[in-house]
């Protein structure tokens, strides 16, 4: 079997030999991409099944549907995204050619999640080969199957000069992180990622952090409250809560919440019936590790559940269960729950809602539930998220003219369409200069012993003309 190192080399002098430049090879892989797509939808659909049990309808929109439709808006696009851009020039450069160029960065480490397991792989590998890198994928090992179908198709269908899967759990993760890459592109935990930033330091490496932590959800003002529940309940518990955008928490009025409560029960019946043990519609929890964790958080929260509560750890179940009267220090606002809790806590003001959610680290998405355009804005205005939607959740990662990622804990960087190909890489400023206007290059060239009148002229020359007034 190939080394870490041995799968380097080969993909770096993939790299060093040009291949991957030429818009041509992009786009050829790039449809290579989609044909391993498109022609084993049902093996990927059936690995989501054995990984998370999810339903095949939210397998195809958030997982097959979302990296084909990647693959055509970069297709689509990458001619023009390549396209050097030219830029505003002064005087002193009038005659020059100014320009970025988009460039390759070498070979990216591509480190995935389990919870979208190849929607959270496949995206940012369509990012890294329009740009024109070369690419390691590490799938997570928690999705196993979904890890061991990569493995077997990346080959079958990509350059095995220029693309390669490695894969392990974290001990291989962190032998792996121990060679020099030009890019590590990581979602995941923040846990997690305080090691990759470690091991990117050894080599300055620059890193995307695609992270978690506690979206809020806020209802205020007036707001139709069934479209509100049926908006949250799908937000919340699509593939059963592990989801880095789902709404975390619910911070609304007394009043609404008591209005919301038997709405988001008649919502909840009608999704998942009054069994939601036996609907086909509530993926499971990933592990039993996970599924553990889940249990121990709602034992220690001193919420009062009003909804659910019930699991099986046989099959790794756990009801969408929905948490009143949650303290700020409860358990389950300690960490990311990525699960199906929805724990409601109360503040009577907007004000204070945000006060509250501004105390806590910067989420990966804001969400607020109102029918009046100023309380939204007001939210917009007096927060900050990765990303934000007004009147539904998870939704706005679905359009890839918006850059997906993080601020502050939540990540940095972001991807989907052109913000994924300008991540991966590099703007090269250039400069192109002829040979003409010696006489003016000769006003910077010594002896520089100049008399203060010549001076003031010139410091005057070079502020209101030479290199100001960009045009
Ligand atoms: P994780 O951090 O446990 O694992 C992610 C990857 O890191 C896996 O491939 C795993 O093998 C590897 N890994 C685990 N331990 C490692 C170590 N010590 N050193 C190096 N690599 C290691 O994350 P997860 O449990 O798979 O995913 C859940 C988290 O990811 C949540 O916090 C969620 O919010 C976040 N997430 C973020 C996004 C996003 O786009 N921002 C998307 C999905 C999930």
Redesign the pocket.
């Known amino acids: 079997m190939e080394t870490h190192s041995q799968i380097l080399d080969r993909l770096r002098s993939a790299f060093r030999s040009g291949i991957t430049v030429p818009e041509a090879f992009r786009q050829a892989q790039l449809k290579q991409l989609m044909s391993l797509m498109t022609e084993n939808e049902d093996q990927i659909l059936d690995a989501m099944k054995k990984d998370l049990a999810k339903p095949k309808f939210e397998s195809v929109i958030a997982e097959v549907d979302m990296v084909i439709n990647e693959l055509h808006f970069t297709i689509a696009n990458l001619n023009s995204w390549m396209q050097p851009e030219y830029v505003s020039k002064n005087l002193a450069t009038k005659l020059d050619d100014c320009f970025v160029r988009r460039e390759p960065l070498g070979v990216v480490l591509i ?6 397991p190849l929607q ?1 792989l496949l995206s940012p590998l369509i990012a890294a080969i329009g740009a024109g890198n070369c690419a390691i994928l ?5 999705s196993a199957a979904t890890d061991a179908l990569v493995a077997e198709l990346i080959p079958k269908y990509m350059s095995q000069d220029c693309y390669a899967v490695v894969r ?3 001990e291989e ?2 032998a792996l ?1 121990k060679n020099r890459f030009d890019h590590i592109f ?8 305080r ?2 930033l470690h091991a990117a330091a050894d080599h300055l490496t620059p890193v995307t952090l ?4 506690k979206c809020p959800c806020l209802i205020y003002g007036k707001v139709n409250i069934t479209y509100a529940a049926r908006r949250l309940a799908w937000s919340k518990f699509f593939n059963t809560g592990q ?2 955008v789902a709404p975390d928490f619910l911070v609304c009025s007394k009043a609404t919440r008591d209005a919301l409560l038997p709405a988001l029960r008649q919502t909840l019946e009608d999704f998942y019936s009054k069994e939601p043990e036996s609907s086909a519609d509530l993926p499971r929890i990933v592990s039993p590790r996970h599924w553990t964790r889940l249990m121990e958080l709602l034992k220690r929260s001193k919420g009062k559940v009003v909804m659910g509560g019930e699991s099986n750890e046989e099959n790794k179940y756990i009801a969408p269960t929905v948490l009143v009267d949650v303290a700020e220090d409860d358990a389950l606002m300690e960490e ?1 729950i ?1 699960g199906p809790f929805l724990p409601i806590l109360t503040a009577e003001t907007l004000e204070e809602a945000i006060a509250l959610i501004n105390r806590q680290e910067k989420p ?1 998405a804001l969400y607020v539930f109102s029918e009046e355009s100023s309380v939204v804005n007001t939210v917009l205005e007096k927060s900050s998220s990765g990303g934000f939607c007004s009147n539904d959740g998870i939704i706005h990662m679905a359009l890839p003219t918006l850059p ?3 601020v502050g804990a ?2 940095f960087g972001s991807y989907h369409g052109r913000w994924g190909f300008e991540t991966l890489s590099h703007q090269r400023a250039v400069m192109l200069r002829g040979w003409t206007l010696e006489r003016l290059n000769g006003l910077r060239y010594p002896p520089l012993h100049r008399g203060q009148a010549e001076l003031a002229a010139l410091d005057h020359l070079c502020q209101t003309q030479l290199l100001t007034h960009v045009m």
């Open positions: 480190i995935g999640p389990w919870n979208y959270l590490k799938p997570s090992e928690v392990g759990a974290a993760t962190k992180l990581y979602t995941g935990s923040q846990a997690v990622a090691h990759i695609e992270l978690g932590g989801s880095c990311e990525f990966l997906f990622g993080g939540s990540g």
